[in-house]
């Protein structure tokens, strides 16, 4: 079975670092592409970036660039999601998810997700 | 940026009702849409992509339509199983610029 497992729900304090992971298991990891959405308290889906697992090329949101790093570990099948200096507004549900492409409509999709990683930043 | 704007923000049905939710784009994207079912606690679930593709195991009562700036996603009888938020997603514009639509709630009557 293809899927996505999450770390689990981290409490943190404003300026405090995190590093939270999505590890694939049932496909060939570095043959996709990982990507990282944010749901925040009772709003909808942002896209923050998504990193291809073969090289490590990551692509960020430009309302995201500068504030979280996206990384891959091709070894252990896993790609993380970081912060060097949370704020409460990063206080949130990440998802990751791969990335998928149709060859008939060429388009591109996010056909797994993982189940989330609460993150609450609070003093 | 490409915008999503989603319609509507919420709707209240009944089991076995045709429900209809909208998205359309701020320019042509083609047909590089795909929606997805958002319930809380589990994994957003992929339904349509290439705006009319129904991913693998959806139920058949899920439709998509559109193409350039105008898309449906319509529910032809609602199921309760079925009681989530609705996201609308563009992937046609540069990789990290991808966006949502801002979700439809769709709530039992």
């Known amino acids: 079975e293809v899927q996505l497992v999450q770390s689990r729900a981290e409490v943190k304090k404003p300026g405090e670092s995190l590093k939270i992971s999505c590890k694939g298991s049932?496909?060939?990891?570095?043959?996709?592409?990982i990507g990282w959405v944010r749901q925040m308290p009772g709003k909808g889906l942002e896209w923050l970036g998504i990193?291809?697992?073969?090289?490590?090329?990551?692509r960020y949101s430009p309302s995201f660039q500068g504030h979280v790093t996206i990384s891959v570990d091709r070894s252990i099948s896993t790609a993380y999601l970081q912060w060097n200096s949370l704020k409460a507004s990063d206080t949130a549900i990440y998802y990751c998810?791969?990335?998928?492409?149709?060859?008939?409509?060429?388009?591109?999709?996010?056909?797994?997700w993982g189940t989330g990683t609460t993150v609450t930043v609070s003093s | 940026d490409t915008q999503m704007t989603q319609s509507p923000s919420s709707l209240s049905a009944s089991v076995g009702d045709r429900v209809t939710i909208t998205c359309r784009a701020s320019q042509s994207i083609r047909i590089y849409l795909s929606w997805y079912q958002l319930k809380p606690g589990k994994a957003p679930n992929l339904l349509i992509y290439d705006a009319s593709t129904l991913q693998s195991g959806v139920p058949s009562r899920f439709s998509g339509s559109g193409s350039g700036t105008d898309f449906t996603l319509t529910i032809s009888s609602l199921q309760p199983e079925d009681f989530a938020t609705y996201y609308c997603q563009q992937t046609y514009t540069t990789l990290p610029t991808w966006t949502f639509g801002q979700g439809t709630k769709v709530e039992i009557k």
């Open positions: 998810a791969r990335r998928a492409y149709s060859a008939s409509g060429q388009a591109y999709y996010m056909d797994v």
């Open positions: 049932g496909y060939s990891f570095s043959n996709y592409w």
């Open positions: 990193i291809y697992a073969a090289d490590s090329d990551a």
